[in-house]
C-alpha cells in the first residue's frame, strides 16, 4: 500500500484536495498540464460568493502549497499511463520543458524586447504573448516560461545568450506510486465558433462570458476596462444572450449551473463602470439557487438592466458600424424583433475538459465526458470533473475528495 495520493488538475478543486491531504500528514502530488496553478479561477475578474478577485483565494492556497513540504507539483505535465489497483498505483508522467533555469527572476525586459507574437491562451484571443512569457498575474510558479517553437530566429541569439534561459532542456518521464488518486481536471468554455447563428467567431464584438471576465479584470488585456473589441469603444448598449449552446441537444444537452449568475455578475461591471449604459439579458429560466437569489434581487433593482425572457434566433453584424443585431422573440409579449447592441456577451456553458479525450485512468464517463464512477478503485472526481459547479462548491468537492483518497491509502 502507497500512503502517496495523486492529484491530476491544479486548479481549485484539486489545490484543495492536495493541501487538505497534506495538511493531516499524506504525501501529495500534483500534476497540472499548464505551466501555472490556479486553473480557470486565475481567469476570472471576481467570484462568488463574496465577489473577490481570484487572488484572493489563490494566493492563500500558493502559500499552505510553499510552506507544506508533503506538496510536490509538477506543471507542464500530463499523466500517460496508470497501471496496478486502489492501494498500489504506478503513474507514469510526461513533463515538458519549462525552457527557463529555476528561478524567479524577472525576465520581462528580454521578453518585451523579442520580436515574435502569439496568442494569448490565458487571454482567450483577445491578446498576443511573448513567446518568453509569464501571463498570468501573481503566476505560481513565479517563473517565466519558453515557448521555443514560436521564437524566431533572431530570438534564438538573444535567448541564448540570457543566464536564464535553457534551449537545450529536454522532455523528461517519471513514475510516481502512489495508493489513490484524485480527478480534477477542471472544464473548458465550450467552443464559440460552433455557435455560428449567434456570430461567435466571426463578429468581433460578439464576445463569450470568460472573455468579459478577461476584459473586466485590471490583469486583463485593457486593464480592467470594457470595451468593444472592434475599435476599443466604451460600449452604450450591451446583450447578454443566456444558453448559448447549452440546454441544446446539437451542442450541450445540459445546464452549466453558474451560466445565469456570471452573466446577472457581469452586467453589473458594465453598470458600474458606465452608469449610462443599458443592459439586457435575454434568458430561457433565470436560475439563481439558494443564496444568489439576494444578488437576483439587487440586478433586478438596477433601472437599466432588462431580463427578457426570449429566446435569441441569431444574430448579425453591421459592417459599418461592428454593431451586433440580435433577432430575439420576446416570450412573454409574444413578440419577434431586432434589437441594435454595441456589445453581446455569449453564456457560454461549461464543458469538461476531459470531453473527446482518451483517458489514462480506467474510469466511467458519461456522453459529455463527465465522471460518473471509479471510487470503488480509489479514484475520485472533484470540481467540474464531476458535474458543473461554482467556486464555493469546487472547493467543498475537492475537500471530500481528498477525505474518500485519504480512507483509501489507509485501507478503509
Known amino acids: 500500500m502507497s500512503n502517496s495520493i495523486l492529484v491530476v488538475g491544479g486548479g481549485f478543486s484539486g489545490l484543495t484536495a492536495a493541501i487538505e491531504a497534506a495538511e493531516v500528514g499524506y504525501e501529495v502530488y500534483i500534476v497540472e498540464k499548464t505551466p501555472f496553478l490556479g486553473g480557470r479561477v486565475a481567469q476570472l475578474n471576481k467570484y462568488f460568493p463574496k465577489l473577490c478577485p481570484p487572488s484572493c483565494g489563490l494566493e492563500i492556497q500558493f502559500q499552505r502549497i510553499k510552506k507544506n513540504p508533503r506538496i510536490k507539483f509538477f506543471t507542464q505535465a500530463e499523466v500517460t499511463a496508470v497501471s496496478g489497483d486502489a492501494g498500489n498505483y504506478t503513474v507514469k508522467v510526461h513533463i515538458e520543458p519549462r525552457g527557463t533555469v529555476p528561478s524567479s527572476a524577472d525576465l520581462s525586459l528580454l521578453a518585451s524586447s523579442l520580436e515574435s507574437d502569439v496568442d494569448n491562451e490565458f487571454e482567450l484571443g483577445l491578446a498576443k504573448r511573448k513567446p518568453l512569457y509569464m501571463s498570468v498575474p501573481f503566476a505560481f510558479p513565479s517563473r517565466f516560461v519558453l515557448d521555443k517553437a514560436a521564437l524566431s530566429r533572431a530570438d534564438e541569439l538573444k535567448v541564448g545568450k540570457s543566464a536564464f534561459c535553457d534551449m537545450n ?136 438592466i432588462a431580463l427578457v425572457k426570449g429566446k435569441v434566433a441569431g444574430v448579425e453584424e453591421d459592417a459599418a458600424t461592428g454593431d451586433v443585431i440580435v433577432e430575439v422573440e420576446d416570450a412573454v409579449k409574444g413578440e419577434k424583433r431586432k434589437h441594435r447592441y454595441d456589445l453581446v456577451v455569449l453564456a457560454t456553458g461549461m464543458q469538461p475538459s476531459l470531453a473527446g479525450q482518451k483517458l489514462p485512468f480506467d474510469v466511467p464517463v458519461d456522453e459529455e465526458g463527465f465522471i460518473v464512477g471509479g471510487e470503488e478503485k480509489g479514484i475520485f472526481a472533484a470540481g467540474c470533473a464531476q458535474k458543473p459547479l461554482d467556486v464555493m462548491r469546487t472547493a467543498q468537492s475537492g475537500t471530500s475528495a481528498a477525505l474518500k483518497a485519504i480512507q483509501t491509502v489507509r485501507g478503509r
Open 169 to 304: 532542456e529536454a522532455p523528461r518521464d517519471i513514475e510516481l506510486n502512489v495508493g489513490s488518486i484524485v480527478v480534477a481536471t477542471g472544464w473548458k468554455p465550450y467552443d464559440v465558433t460552433k455557435l455560428s447563428n449567434l456570430g461567435a467567431g466571426a463578429f468581433a464584438n460578439c464576445v463569450s462570458n470568460m472573455q468579459l471576465e478577461r476584459l473586466a479584470s485590471a490583469s486583463g488585456p485593457t486593464g480592467g476596462q470594457i470595451k468593444r473589441p472592434s475599435d476599443g469603444k466604451a460600449p452604450k448598449k450591451v446583450a447578454f444572450v443566456q444558453c448559448a449552446g447549452s440546454r441544446d441537444q446539437n451542442h450541450l444537452n445540459y445546464c452549466s449551473y453558474i451560466c445565469c449568475m456570471a452573466s446577472l455578475k457581469q452586467a453589473l461591471y458594465v453598470r458600474e463602470q458606465y452608469p449610462d449604459a443599458e443592459v439586457t439579458v435575454y434568458y430561457i429560466d433565470l436560475r439563481t439557487p439558494g443564496r444568489y437569489d439576494k444578488f437576483l434581487r439587487k440586478v433586478k433593482a438596477d433601472e437599466k
